[in-house]
């Protein structure tokens, strides 16, 4: 889960377009934030485990997070 992309030293590198994405389903008038955990999960931490089952991250290394195509996309970030 998410405690082990921390204990890999794994960074997720959000795009301002993901983060508007998320905002828009992840409030509700009447409940506030709360919709907004559901929201990460479905949209962005289900398909980044499904992600990294094929594209497994090193230690130290960066993921770029964005949302393209009505769906979030991720890239590892090149080491210099």
Request: hydrophobic content about 45%; aromatic content about 8%; some cysteine.
């Amino acid at each position: 889960g998410r405690e082990g992309l921390v204990r890999g030293g794994v960074q997720v590198r959000w795009s301002e377009a993901l983060v508007e994405r998320l905002a828009s389903i992840g409030f509700d008038p009447r409940y506030g934030a709360r919709p907004l955990q559901r929201a990460l999960e479905r949209e962005v931490v289900a398909p980044l485990a499904r992600w990294l089952l094929t594209n497994p991250a090193g230690a130290g290394a960066t993921i770029h997070a964005d949302w393209r195509d009505g769906a979030c996309a991720f890239r590892q970030a090149k080491a210099f």
